[in-house]
């Protein structure tokens, strides 16, 4: 590498480590400490976007006002000896750690794997249907998807450069670049607007570019101003005032983080491109002529940690997804306990550490070439280095195969999507095996109601509690994929039940399904509704639920299970529902499964075949407890005919 090229490389602006650290850290403590008060963190992640437009820009307009031209393969070559050795260390060492662990953290494997060293990530993620906001068994590398829009940045950009450097004025492309940016976080809030997939929206380069573009037009505009920083830009008054800006812009993205995140476009795009404006503010602030900001943001912790933010962000979540796989199932999003986000930040420091010390530092400072000469020349050296070198060799061969084992033995479905469409399977089966039955107004016995006629008990005989079998004909459940996941238990323990259950359906919804099957006259005389799982409840849904099933019904509600924060909440609402409306019943599947987590699948939430009757025992207990009740009320009614027939039949023979 020449000399110029070599300083180019080496260029650094002043505040970015820092700022650097204040994203890598906002993103850490998004995912590995989600009860915290930085619920928005992710947005992290565009303040990285704001620094890479910002200072990729900057040195491409630098080497091109010194060597004349941009050299596309020695600034690819750059980006390769940056990325790549990081990358492909946290791919190689966590897929053999997977493999280790087993299960539903291979789920995808290849293709992540794939996507990761094609840095194309977002797209074969969005092609996958995965979530990036899904708490429920997380892809290993799916933190990845950002790398793979920054790199379609560094490929694309440099090549689009000279077009825009055609524009004569640069604060003329510093606006087109403003534009531009503008456009894409307007795409990204008409798909999110319009009920289009949010992680379309954040995955995808055209809806997540504005960061980037934004960067971009900052480094337009300060170009001449940084390249001769005239005399009134180092005078006190803009210094001071710079500083108290940068400060105000942290500080600022600080606030953005605490605020929790919404599906709608108050949140994408609107936190998003706040916090990128934001951090546009702060570099300028930063890398003024003479800022005492920037050099005051990059303390020895803050450039500590900015130098190895790369290596932290690559590290952290593939950490943590793999110590929640070997513990509690794999949830991340509430349900990291604070041990283990401790745990994994402190592996993070570490192999982040080794990570810059060992491999990316060499391979920056050397190059692919040198680093393997260098490798070969330690294979010869004094005996120390010799075996260093060995043991190196060997520890890429054994990563690399236990890479290879991990993409051989990955399931294609995790083993919750697996119980799931077994349910579903089961119900299409029973389906097309049983008639639909025609609609009634009333799928009601007469003997059911409340208030059919009792009986009439004949004198000398005295009543006892009947309790009737209930049969699935009599029964109709609506839940969600929990639901789903026990409908092959369900139909074996009540032949005939109607099911009605859906994935990620909540308790909101009830009353209007409720509503539905009433008015269609299918809702029958036992009512089950288990929708606890995918997030809070309120007492006016299941008022709503009970008044249109009516007094003529029983209502079951079946508490929840699951690795969510929400769930204890939930099922303390249920239980006091049910204590306070008689007629009323509780399955408790939470207190069933509780002990026999084996039963669950991976996800530590749905029922394999096994948990599947647990679920169904569970409502069959609270169907038999109501119906026992029913029989006691209904012998309460009797006896109270019997004595009075009794007190009848005595006066007539006296």
Known sequence: MNTSAHTLSRARYAGLDGLRAVAVGLVLAYHLFPGWWLHGGFIGVDVF???????????????RASAGRIRLVEFWRRRARRLLPALALVLLVCSSVAWLIGGDVLVRL???????????????????????????????????????????FYVLWPLVLPLALLIPWAWARAAAAV??????????????????????????????????????????????????????????????????????????????????????????PGALAAASVLSAIAITAAVWPGSAFGPRLDTQPLRWLGDRSYGLYLWHWPI???????????????????????????????????????????????GFRGSFAALGRHLTASPAARWRAIGSV??????????????????????????????????????????SPAPSSTAIPEA????????????????????????????????????????????????????????SRSMWAAPGIVQQL???????????????TNGPIDASSLEEVARIAGPSRTLVLVNAYAPRDWIPGVNTELAAFVASHPGTVLADWSGAIAPRTDLLAGDHIHPGSAGGRVFADAVAAAVDRAEHLRALKQHEIERRAYLRLHHSAGRVYE
Do not use: C
């Open 49 to 63: 976007f704001v620094i890479s437009g910002f200072l990729i820009t900057s040195l491409l307009l630098r080497e």
């Open 448 to 503: 059911a109601a409340d208030d059919a006629e009792p009986a009439r008990p004949q004198p000398g005989t005295m009543p006892s509690p009947s309790p009737t079998l209930v049969t699935g004909a009599e029964i109709t459940a609506i839940g969600d994929s929990v639901m789903l996941a026990s409908a092959p238990g369900l139909l074996e323990r009540f032949p005939g039940i109607e099911v009605d259950a859906t994935v």
């Open 320 to 366: 943590l997804v793999l110590l929640l796989a070997a513990t509690s199932g794999g949830a991340t999003g509430a349900g990291v306990p604070f041990w283990i986000g401790a745990f994994a930040l402190v592996l993070t420091l570490a192999a982040a550490e080794l990570s810059y010390r060992w491999v990316e530092s060499p391979i920056r400072r050397l």
């Open 110 to 152: 290849g293709a992540q794997l794939v996507g990761a060293a094609t840095f194309s990530y977002n797209w074969i993620s969005i092609a996958g249907g995965a979530g990036y906001f899904s708490a429920a068994n997380p892809e290993l590398f799916r933190n990845v998807w950002s790398l793979a829009i920054e790199e379609q």
């Open 394 to 435: 060997a520890a890429a061969v054994i990563v690399t195969f236990g890479a290879s084992a991990a993409v051989a033995a990955a399931p294609e479905v995790s083993s919750g999507q697996a119980a799931v469409e077994a349910g579903i399977d089961a119900l299409h089966r029973e389906k097309a095996r049983t008639p």
């Open 518 to 532: 009433a008015d269609a006259g299918r809702l029958r005389s036992y009512v089950v509704v288990a929708l606890g």
């Open 179 to 268: 534009l531009l940016a503008a456009a894409s976080a307007g795409w990204m809030a008409v798909v999110v607007a319009t009920g289009g997939d949010l992680t379309r929206a954040y995955f995808g380069l055209d809806t997540h570019a504005f960061g980037i573009l934004l960067g971009i037009a900052l480094a337009f505009a300060l170009e001449r101003l940084l390249a001769s920083p005239p005399t009134w830009s180092r005078r006190r008054g803009w210094r001071v005032t710079g500083a108290a800006v940068g400060i105000a812009a942290v500080a600022g993205l600080l606030v953005v983080a605490a605020v929790p995140a919404s599906d709608s476009t108050s949140t994408f």
